[in-house]
């Protein structure tokens, strides 16, 4: 079993809507968790750092966190097609800060 | 804004050649990460530096794979002899410290023919 599940989705979603992206994880020694967009060919941008339970909004996103189910999602408000990409969340806090990421999860919304 | 760069972005090579990946990381970033991203899954960590210092290369294949950060600056990631099973995305990330947030470069795309 791996330590970070996402379901890859491809996930099609219409322009305005709202979007759940989802991870489980089993370490219960992950202090924090991030969430990074990556677009094809280039590198992840960081969305959110979250290090506990609760929600954490910035603009669009908001990051929630359940470490009681070890549960983590990423919500996106008035979804645009440059949301377009692949969503990648990761768990840290055990080896030095390495980040244990999910196999991401592939959004396209179409206008 | 700073940004992690990386060079090259794209690179061949056939077989059994060697290659190697530059990352200068975001000025004043002590932790700096090399990962290894295959098509259609999440990166994976392939050695961690503190400063000049490697603290974690417990995924790093040795017997072909090098890393360096000489100065604690920037750093180079060696493949010799590469197989072609190394074909991925080699990212380079950096940190202010350890468990703070990840700033990740571009990428150097590998194909090994």
């Known amino acids: 079993q791996k330590e970070v599940e996402q379901d890859p989705g491809p996930l099609s979603v219409p322009e305005g809507a709202i979007v759940s992206l989802n991870c489980t994880y089993s370490?219960?020694?992950?202090?924090?968790f991030m969430w990074y967009r990556q677009y094809s060919r280039k590198g992840p941008e960081l969305l959110m750092y979250t290090y506990s339970s609760g929600n954490k909004e910035d603009g669009r996103f908001t990051a929630q966190v359940d470490k009681s189910s070890k549960y983590i999602s990423l919500f996106i408000r008035d979804s645009q097609p440059s949301d377009s990409a692949t969503y990648l969340c990761?768990?840290?806090?055990?080896?030095?800060?390495?980040?244990?990421f999910g196999q991401g999860t592939i959004l396209t919304v179409h206008p | 804004e700073a940004e992690v760069a990386q060079s090259p972005r794209y690179k061949i090579t056939e077989k059994s050649q060697a290659v190697a990946f530059w990352c200068d990381p975001i000025?004043?970033?002590?932790?700096l990460y090399w990962y290894r991203q295959i098509l259609g899954q999440g990166p994976e960590l392939l050695v961690q530096f503190q400063d000049e210092s490697v603290v974690d290369d417990s995924q790093l294949p040795k017997d072909r794979f090098s890393a360096e950060r000489l100065k604690g600056v920037d750093s180079t990631l060696k493949i010799q002899p590469a197989e072609l099973g190394d074909s991925a995305m080699y990212l380079c990330?950096?940190?202010?410290?350890?468990?703070?947030?990840?700033?990740f470069g571009p990428g150097t795309r590998l194909t090994v023919l």
């Open positions: 370490n219960s020694a992950f202090q924090y």
């Open positions: 000025s004043g970033h002590a932790t």
């Open positions: 990330a950096s940190s202010s410290h350890s468990y703070n947030e990840q700033f």
């Open positions: 990761g768990g840290g806090g055990t080896s030095y800060g390495k980040l244990t």
